[in-house]
């Protein structure tokens, strides 16, 4: 599975959009970009997966570069509620015939303030 | 649906002690899993399961047993407690392990 790299932490301001960054350098062909936060002392939650078009659900935004090497988590009006760890994860896929199993790294702990 | 359920929430063993972390799910999914978290650390995989009968080991699988009966129970079983099993266990389960992960609220167990 392909390693990514995320920043260690991140401070929004309530009502602005939040940018979580993922580098992805070494991501396959066939293998999916996958977002879970984790707020305080909860079990992970998940939040929009893509292969490389930009995704857009009720929570967030998924914008995946066109070499695939990066994408970036977009929560357009974030709120004191989104305060959590956000973890990126590339993991291949049913659909493309090279499933895998979810690995967790450290993630970006966000804080949303006032 | 309930979704995804842990129990119990806390629990405090002493080193050499045994005992079973349950966790059902009612979504009727196949594929359950079972990780545990440590302070400031990302979740590490125990043990998976992609359908009745069927488990296999994750990253961190010793001290741990685990079965799959029903599609809907996946208990975590610790055989003889020690410290470093200090940890959140946080069980999963999906249609399948690329799939939507739900994940259960934890439970936070302490061996002492």
């Known amino acids: 599975d392909a390693k990514t790299t995320q920043p260690t932490s991140m401070d929004c301001a309530e009502g602005r959009a939040a940018n979580l960054p993922c580098n992805h350098s070494t991501i396959s062909g066939n293998e999916y970009v996958y977002w879970y936060r984790q707020i305080h002392s909860q079990g992970p939650q998940y939040i929009i997966h893509g292969l490389k078009n930009n995704e857009t659900n009720e929570m967030a935004s998924l914008i995946i570069t066109e070499d695939r090497k990066s994408s970036t988590l977009i929560l357009p009006h974030a709120t004191l509620r989104d305060t959590a760890v956000y973890y990126c994860i590339v993991m291949g896929s049913i659909n493309t015939g090279t499933a895998s199993k979810l690995t967790f790294g450290t993630g970006t702990r966000l804080q949303v303030t006032l | 649906n309930a979704g995804v359920t842990q129990t119990p929430k806390f629990q405090v063993l002493k080193t050499g002690q045994s005992m079973t972390l349950q966790c059902a799910q009612d979504m009727n999914h196949e594929y359950m899993s079972w990780y545990r978290q440590d302070p400031g650390m990302g979740l590490r995989l125990i043990h998976y399961?992609?359908?009745?009968?069927?488990?296999d080991q994750g990253e961190v699988p010793n001290g741990y047993n685990v079965s799959r009966s029903t599609t809907e129970d996946f208990p975590l079983r610790l055989l003889s407690a020690a410290p470093s099993q200090t940890s959140v266990y946080f069980c999963?389960?999906?249609?399948?392990?690329?799939?939507?992960?739900?994940f259960g609220p934890g439970t936070r167990l302490t061996v002492t």
């Open positions: 399961s992609v359908g009745a009968g069927i488990t």
């Open positions: 999963a389960s999906s249609y399948h392990s690329t799939y939507e992960q739900y």
